[in-house]
């Protein structure tokens, strides 16, 4: 038999996936497989590589994805920029754990397009919230329309500018400790500076996420000019004896570290 495609889902993978809802039970029992050769993220695969069979057989044994997903996915694999994605079975299960913890509001630092807002905004309840936080909304045109698409618009706060300010409102405002979840891939000088500010919005036993731990294996021996890899290590280093926080680094895309705080 033909290997199945990358990112191709089978059909009985999606039987009783009520958590995504109508619109991906419907798409996937129509009984189309996935054609498209976009892959999850250029560079994404983790330690075994994009192209390895192994990594393939992970995605196709696991990765369930909404229709609009799908189309945002490959939307954003076009755009020049398209590396800066987050991987889609990363995404998956940052919105696996915000389901996990039935969490209500959320923080993004760093959206793109929008695809793991969408992501997370698919499974947070009606009345839950993500305040996405990034600078540029000409990459956020690209999803906001397949974010109303999925009927999730009224969930995401878009707020375009400096995360830092946003942060700082929130926590002017009295929203210390009421947030469940947070996820962090943006500038990552400012890194530290934005796991700080997140530690003290999130609540106890929430959880935050932070992207690229690893920078494609820099980490190892960040260059002196490099210092948007010397800051990540030198946060992985905080992270490691950080006795606020429980800490598991996985070695999905670019290396994720969820910080659960106690």
Known sequence: APEMPLLSVPREVAVGTAMLGVAFATGVLAGKRSLDTQPCREGSGGIFGKSSPLWQYILDHSLREH???????????????????VSCDQAQLMAN???????????????????NT?????????????????????????????????????????????????????LASGEAETFDFAFIDADKESYNEYYEKCLRLVRKGGIIAIDNVLRNGRVLKPRKDDLETQSIHHLNEKLLRDARVSISMLPMGDGVTLAFKL
């Open 67 to 85: 229709p609009i997903l799908k189309k945002l996915r490959l939307l954003t694999a076009d755009h020049p920029c398209g590396r800066m994605m």
């Open 118 to 170: 969408l992501n997370m905004a698919l499974v947070l309840p009606d009345s839950g919230r993500v305040i996405a936080c990034d600078i540029n909304e000409d990459y956020v045109k690209i999803g906001k329309p397949l974010w109303k698409e999925a009927g999730v618009e009224h969930k995401i706060d878009l707020r375009i500018k400096p995360a830092i300010q946003t942060l700082d409102d929130l």
């Open 97 to 115: 754990l915000v389901k996990l913890i039935k969490a209500k509001k959320v923080i993004e630092i760093g959206v793109f397009t929008g695809y």
